[in-house]
């Protein structure tokens, strides 16, 4: 018998509480105002690479309207507009509305405001309708929520038969050596630093809670097929610092895969 990624992971480094994640769009409200500084400098700019091939793995077809869940600071839609010409109007959702306070200036900044827009909504009951989106995201979020296959039943619901739901994650990465430095940054380094400079110790031990209790690569693939997407793959980006995990909304006359 075959252990998984994740299960070798369990069994080489010390058991982790798992964190409490009820309100904890109440931690991001309080970081709101440093949020994107920090995001931006903890990950030396990386992140802003994955949102734009995260714009690129869209469908591929004109006019397109997608949802992104748990938007925060609208990094996404901002990054769907500036990097993909397909994408017509882009709808983000978040429960923090301090974030989307932030998203808001931003939005105007770059003079996107007819084809951006954001609204409170709560990821893991859509206020959208069934089949109403070409492609739903979430991006550093769905390990946030209380349920994460609740989550993704919803973005199969409001996906159009063949649209596209994209996950953006944190994982854990494999190279030998570089998981250990990744693993000494993560644990050690990064909540030193984000304390530092947010003034809220606790939101970065929980980052560090939650990236490394989170269910990556095949066992994320797995729930996905679980929820009904068909086609499930996942493109590790860095080396496996994050992963982009892809499926489509299959046709009713479709049986879902795993390629």
């Not at 993909?84 to 983000?92: E, F, H, I, K, S």
């Not at 946030?144 to 944190?170: A, I, W």
């Not at 031990?205 to 095949?218: A, D, K, M, V, W």
Request: charged letters at 20%.
């Amino acid at each position: 018998m075959f252990l998984s990624h994740n299960e070798v992971m369990k069994q080489s480094t010390p058991p982790l509480s798992e964190p409490e994640r009820q309100g904890v769009w109440q931690m991001f409200d309080r970081i709101a105002g440093r949020y994107d500084f920090l995001n931006h400098t903890l990950s030396m700019g990386i992140d802003l690479r994955w949102r734009r091939r995260l714009a690129e793995m869209l469908p591929p077809h004109p006019e397109l309207k997608v949802l992104d869940l748990a938007t925060g600071t609208a990094d996404v839609p901002l990054a769907f507009c500036q990097h993909n010409g397909d994408v017509a109007q882009v709808t983000g959702m978040d429960l923090a509305e301090q974030m989307l306070g932030q998203g808001r200036k931003k939005i105007s900044a770059a003079g996107l405001e007819q084809r951006i827009q954001l609204q409170t909504g709560d990821a893991m009951q859509v206020p959208a309708e069934d089949n109403s989106v070409d492609a739903v995201t979430i991006s550093f979020g769905i390990r946030n929520v209380p349920d994460l296959d609740q989550t993704l039943r919803e973005m199969q619901r409001v996906l159009k038969p063949g649209g596209y739901g994209l996950v953006l994650e944190f994982s854990t990465p494999e190279i030998p050596g570089f998981k250990q430095g990744y693993l000494l940054y993560l644990r050690h380094i990064l909540p030193q630093l984000g304390a530092l400079v947010s003034g809220d110790a606790y939101a970065y031990r929980y980052l560090n809670q939650t990236i490394e209790s989170f269910p990556y690569g095949q066992d994320f693939c797995d729930r996905m097929l679980a929820a009904g997407f068909s086609d499930v793959l996942a493109e590790e980006q860095t080396g496996g610092i994050a992963t982009i995990y892809r499926g489509i909304k299959p046709h009713q006359d479709s049986a879902p895969i795993a390629s």
